[in-house]
C-alpha cells in the first residue's frame, strides 16, 4: 500500500504570506494525487488534481506541483479564508490513501 | 448543483450493523464511480471504498474489508454502505464522494455533509 506524508503538519503563517506545504508518497505515483481543504466542521473541498489541475471555482492564488513521490501545495498570497487543514491524497491506484493533514493557522 | 445528501447514521452498540445511504442529484448518476471516506472525531480522513458508475467493481480499505459492503441503486441515483461487526473503531463521519468520472487517477470532486456512526455500548 502507497504511505503519503506531509510536512508540515502544523504551520502559522500571516496574511499574505506564500505558503508551501509538501507531500511525499512511499512510492512512484505518476501525477495522480489530489489536494484537499478543509474547515472545522465542513466536508472537504477538492482544490487541485493530477498533481497541478486547479478545479473550477478555486483561486488561482492555490497551486500545486511535482511528479513521482514528491508534490507541493502552494499558496501564493495567503487570505483569511485560507486557514484551514489541507490533504494530499494519492489516486493512483488502490487502496487509495490520504496524507495526515497540515494545519494553517493564523500567526 | 451537485447534491449528495447522506442518511443512516447514528448510534449502535458493538458489534451492530448499520447502513448508510447517500442521494446524489443534480448530476447523471450512473456516469460517475462513488466513493465513501470517513474521520475519526478530530482526526484525519480515511478513505473507506469505492465503487464503479455500474457496479460492478468495488473496492475497499483493509480495515473494514470483508464488514463494510458499498452497492448503489442507479434507479434511485442511490449510493449505500452496509456496515456489519461494527467496533468503536469505526466512530467517525462518513462522507460519499462524487469522483470526476473514475476515481482512480482523478479526484473526488464534489463530497457530502457527512453522517455521524458512533460505536458505543
Known amino acids: 500500500d502507497i504511505q503519503l506524508t506531509q510536512s508540515p503538519s502544523f504551520l502559522s503563517a500571516s496574511i499574505g504570506d506564500r505558503v508551501t506545504i509538501t507531500c511525499r508518497a512511499s512510492?512512484?505515483?505518476?501525477?495522480?494525487l489530489a489536494w484537499y481543504q478543509q474547515k472545522p466542521g465542513k466536508a472537504p473541498k477538492l482544490l487541485i488534481y493530477i498533481a497541478s489541475t486547479l478545479q473550477s471555482g478555486v483561486p488561482s492564488r492555490f497551486s500545486g506541483s511535482g511528479s513521482g513521490t514528491e508534490f507541493t501545495l502552494t499558496i501564493s498570497s495567503l487570505q483569511p479564508e485560507d486557514f484551514a487543514t489541507y490533504y494530499c491524497q494519492q489516486l493512483s491506484s488502490y487502496p487509495f490513501s490520504f496524507g495526515p493533514g497540515t494545519k494553517v493557522d493564523i500567526k | 448543483e451537485v447534491q449528495l445528501l447522506e442518511s443512516g447514521g447514528g448510534l449502535v452498540h458493538p458489534g451492530g450493523s448499520l447502513r448508510l445511504s447517500c442521494a446524489g442529484s443534480g448530476f447523471t448518476f450512473n456516469w460517475h464511480s462513488m466513493s465513501w471516506v470517513r474521520q475519526a472525531p478530530g482526526m484525519g480522513l480515511e478513505w473507506v471504498s469505492s465503487i464503479s458508475s455500474n457496479g460492478d467493481h468495488t473496492y475497499y480499505a483493509e480495515s473494514v474489508k470483508g464488514r463494510f459492503t458499498v452497492s448503489r441503486d442507479n434507479s434511485k441515483n442511490t449510493l449505500l454502505l452496509q456496515m456489519n461487526s461494527l467496533g468503536a473503531e469505526d466512530t467517525a463521519v462518513y462522507y460519499c464522494a462524487k469522483c470526476r468520472h473514475n476515481c482512480q487517477k482523478e479526484n473526488l470532486e464534489d463530497w457530502g455533509q457527512g453522517t455521524l456512526v458512533t460505536v458505543s455500548s
Open positions: 512510492q512512484d505515483i505518476s501525477s495522480y
